[in-house]
């Protein structure tokens, strides 16, 4: 019993030091989730409703509190509703979150080639919208279109978006360094901030990017205009060189960090979001 006790001591010690990391994680994962909704509404008008009620509380505001108090469980109510499909995300990412995933980001020759493949329809003003999915899974999507199961190349791709056939008004999945699929529906964004002169294709790709962590390329048959669509964001018109950089950036797990760092830093001309030029 003696090294019994002296396991339960050490675990005594440890205790503390897994429950505090523990915490951070989850912490870090909420976060990660609330920032790439625009769940994190939510939280800043949370955030202010505790402030002002600490405020009342500091200086015994006695009418403010009484105020709060009562109107405490309808503001709760009401936000769960007015927030429905921000919670039913996060919910969604919860559930199809995969924490072990084996590595499935195309290969450099092979972002190149659908890049090349986005040049080509641009130049002939035929849409184009291809999924390059990340942590999350979209298997629910991919099961909407046909499967193909094919190699990467720009002529498929091409072939595939540039006749008026049954697939061509559909998404592309590209999963584990192959064409998954085609012809899949995406959910459409629920954003009101966005371009009006924008089609289905711009708002199916920001919404794919609302449901999941995908990056979504999208060509434009109006305009020829190649953008990417990624963390609820959108951004229009980039070079051909400039999207097979960001797409390296972002696919890569080593970089997925830098990547995010590197958007903040304005490496993406911030002129270019479709969310900053109404």
Known sequence: ???????????????????????????????????RTQAVQLIKGAGFLVLVYGIAFLFKLTTLRWILTMLGPGLFVAIAIVFQPELRKIIM???????????NKPRIGQL??????????????????????????????????????????????????????PLHDGAMIIQN?????????LPLSEQQDIRK???????AALGMSEQSDAVVLVASEETGAISLAYDTRLYYDLSPLEVTRKLKELLDRGARKDSVASLLN?????????????
């Open 93 to 103: 990412r919860l559930g199809q979150g995969e924490l072990f995933r084996p590595d």
């Open 197 to 203: 002169n924008f089609g289905t294709r711009h708002r």
């Open 266 to 278: 304005g490496n993406i001309d911030e002129g270019k979001n479709v969310f900053a030029e109404q």
């Open 1 to 35: 019993m003696e090294w019994f006790q002296r396991l339960n001591s050490v675990y005594d010690v440890v205790r503390p030091v897994l429950d505090v990391a523990l915490l951070a994680f989850l912490l870090y994962k909420a976060y990660g989730l609330l920032v």
């Open 177 to 185: 360094g192959r064409i998954a699929a085609a012809g899949c529906f």
């Open 112 to 165: 190149e080639a659908v890049v090349t493949a986005a040049e080509i329809l641009a130049r002939q003003k035929r849409g184009m919208l291809v999924v390059f999915p990340r942590k999350i899974n979209i298997r629910n999507i991919i099961d909407t279109g046909t499967r193909m199961n094919a190699e990467i190349s720009s002529s498929l791709i091409v072939t595939v978006f540039e006749f008026d056939g």
